[in-house]
């Protein structure tokens, strides 16, 4: 079947949205149509995103629900909060597009995990955007649901490194899940464009910053979601980011108690099992490890396992690029789930390194 969509972007001007425009251009099926800002509205692409040349003259349009009418496929890469709105207003309009949305809005099923964590009304829950993601314990993953969604979340990009690093021990009940520590080294592109004054170059080259230290960050709600979803009774993770001078690219240290009785022995084979049909997740041999550098502009995780027998831990490292499996790739494979299309379409599986 040979189809093409239409796409509109919605915050086009920011990392997300040009990232997902960068993937789009390549996808043989997408059809790009209107791109929309705020700020920067009334200006072309190519102020924004000089390393997209294909769309450099197209003119930003204000964000609109009536500027992203009339298309088949509609990605939000907003600011939180306002994509619930935006949503809104397309529906009110009577349109019924594929809808993706970049921003945390839909992703939560619990409306009080919301509250507590962004402190605002809960907008409602949409199909989560993770195929990869272990449901039940039967071995079910979340490309099943995707399979013809409308409304689909996309996950936040640190949740999506913790979750690959661990959900295979938590399916197969290896790990003690009331006592995980992750521990990630995220890079700056992460926080988006806006100026904020911890991401000011002066204070961030040369330095690691931790921030949300404490158990604050948004994503440790959405983490338990995920583990939950993977057969997890019940969730503790002590979570901390630390920005490091990268534009790209996390590395999530995840590490969990093994659960009693459990011989380690099994770890290497339950992991590479996992994700054996797995086109963008692959377990490293014994020994590599995985680094940012290698998933930069491909839409992968690279996972490898540990065991640090005295401190009866299990050790899971991830590598991801934030702005493509973290994000804008994520987004245009569960995107191709939703619509029909091979899942892998248009998506790079390789990185770019060193
Ligand atoms: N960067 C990342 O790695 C990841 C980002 N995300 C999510 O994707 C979304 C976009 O992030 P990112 O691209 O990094 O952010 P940026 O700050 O880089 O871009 C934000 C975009 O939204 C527009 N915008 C700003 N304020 C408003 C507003 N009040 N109403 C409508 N549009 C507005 C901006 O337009 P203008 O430039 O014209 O002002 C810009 O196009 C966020 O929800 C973020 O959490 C999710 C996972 C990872
Ligand atoms: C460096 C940095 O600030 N990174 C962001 C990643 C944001 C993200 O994944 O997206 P959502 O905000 O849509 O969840 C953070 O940790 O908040």
Known sequence: ???????????????????????L???????IGTLTAHSSAGTPLGAHHPHLLDLADRVLEPTTAQA?????????????GASGRVAAELEALGE??????????HRLVDAADWEAYYGSPHAGTWTYGLPELAVGAGGGRQRERLAGARRIAVPGCNV??????LQPGVAAGLLDTTDLVAVLAVGYSGAGKALKPHLLASEALGAAVPYAVGGTHRHVPEIAQNLRS??????RTSFTPVLVPLSRGILATATA????????????????AAYADEPFVHVLPEGAWPTTASTAGANTALVQVAYDARARRVVTVTAIDNLVKGT?????QSLNLALGLPETLGLPRNGVAP
Do not use: I
Request: hydrophobic residues 50%; charged residues 15%; without cysteine.
């Open 328 to 332: 804008a790739g994520g987004a245009v």
């Open 68 to 80: 992203l009418a009339g298309h088949d496929v509609v990605v939000l890469a907003l600011p939180h």
């Open 96 to 105: 019924d597009p594929v809808v993706l949305d970049l921003g945390a809005d």
């Open 230 to 235: 993977a057969g997890a009774s019940e969730v």
């Open 25 to 31: 251009l390549d996808h043989p099926q997408a059809r």
């Open 257 to 272: 108690r093994l659960a009693p009785d459990v011989d380690p022995a099994v770890l290497r084979e339950t992991w590479t």
């Open 1 to 23: 079947m040979h189809m093409t969509f239409s796409v509109a972007v919605a915050g086009a001007s920011g990392y997300a949205g040009g990232e997902v425009l960068r993937l």
């Open 160 to 165: 999506t490194a913790v979750t690959l690093g």
